[in-house]
């Protein structure tokens, strides 16, 4: 792609968005990556969501390929929620709170409590994020917001499939674990297979 054609490109993705993440999504080119795609995870104190592309390996995805692959990345930054209610988020902040007041105290022992016990909930936050169930999760949400942008259900299943097999071509690997899973269950939602995913995959951890 010369520098007009993916100026266009990005211009154009962007026009996929909602408002809400065009005004926090930044597309930044990286030629000298090794993959097509890359996302830094959303620690809560980015102002920002950068998402690094590849885009001579880029152009090498069909423009239904390109647009479910650019969706579904921005559901799964979207779903990320580090504010949330729930037990990981609450433990985070308690142990947060403990840290500074015992700090504050001068208390080591508090403080080393309070640390054990926020990291211990960050890190099962961060593996429900990595799960499969968020990451079915996340191609769901972006099969339904690709329905608003004139894509039918089969239609982005099948562009999503596509792109999660093209991306491990071009990236010269085969598909991990996860990556199985998830073309499994699109496959069953473009109508290709009947095979449904094992409902133990669809629940995140407690």
Not at 179 to 196: D, I, K, M
């Amino acid at each position: 792609m010369d520098e007009f054609d993916r100026d266009t490109e990005i211009g154009r993705l962007l026009d996929l968005l909602p408002a809400s993440s065009r005004m926090k999504l930044r597309i930044i080119p990286q030629p000298q990556q090794a993959e097509v795609l890359t996302v830094p995870f959303p620690w809560p104190w980015r102002s920002e969501w950068p998402v690094q592309i590849n885009f001579p390996l880029w152009q090498n995805l069909t423009e239904p390929q390109r647009d479910l692959l650019f969706l579904r990345t921005d559901r799964w930054l979207r779903g990320i929620s580090w504010f949330r209610p729930g037990w990981s988020q609450g433990l985070i902040l308690a142990g947060s709170v403990a840290v500074a007041f015992q700090g504050i105290q001068g208390d080591g022992v508090g403080v080393l409590v309070g640390a054990g016990l926020a990291g211990v909930a960050l890190r099962q936050l961060l593996s429900n994020y990595r799960s499969p169930a968020y990451e079915l999760q996340a191609d769901e949400a972006a099969i339904t917001l690709a329905q608003r942008r004139d894509y039918t259900e089969t239609e982005a299943a099948q562009a999503l499939l596509a792109a999660i097999e093209q991306q491990a071509r071009l990236e010269r690997r085969g598909l991990n674990f996860t990556e199985l899973v998830r073309t499994q269950n699109l496959r069953v939602l473009a109508g290709l297979s009947t095979v449904a995913v094992p409902n133990h995959y669809r629940t995140p951890k407690p």
